[in-house]
Nanobody, 124 residues
Framework: VQLQASGGGLVQSGDSLRLSCAAF??????MGWFRQVSGKGREFVGG????????RYADFAKGRFTISRDSAKNAVYLQMNSLKPEDTAVYYC????????????????????WGQGTLVTVSS
């Protein structure tokens, strides 16, 4: 499975941005979004199963970010609204071959494949 993230850019505080993750190859199991600031570890943003039965968000993402999928396009999206300067990071999409349970969606080591990341910069 190969993942290609796109959609990052420079926006102002309060703006919205939608990230896309195109998956090439077998798509099943679980998809996740993580982010990383230089010098810090990866931080879970949100994740969902391809089946759509389970979705989980980090606390900072609840109410502002939404993950969705398009099975026909083998793509997963991260809609980010009301962006804040602290959302500035490189955002990565990831795929796990298995159906992760809700409590494991935020564990980056459970994901098998990673995209190259897309930079989101939010100016104040």
């Amino acid at each position: 499975v190969q993942l290609q993230a796109s959609g990052g850019g420079l926006v102002q505080s309060g703006d919205s941005l939608r990230l896309s993750c195109a998956a090439f190859g077998r798509t099943s199991g679980t998809m996740g979004w993580f982010r990383q600031v230089s010098g810090k570890g990866r931080e879970f943003v949100g994740g969902l199963r391809w089946s759509g039965s389970t979705t989980r968000y980090a606390d900072f993402a609840k109410g502002r970010f939404t993950i969705s999928r398009d099975s026909a396009k083998n793509a997963v999206y991260l809609q980010m609204n009301s962006l804040k300067p602290e959302d500035t990071a490189v955002y990565y999409c990831a795929a796990a071959e298995g159906n992760l349970i809700w409590s494991s969606l935020d564990s980056d080591f459970r994901y098998d494949y990673w995209g190259q990341g897309t930079l989101v910069t939010v100016s104040s």
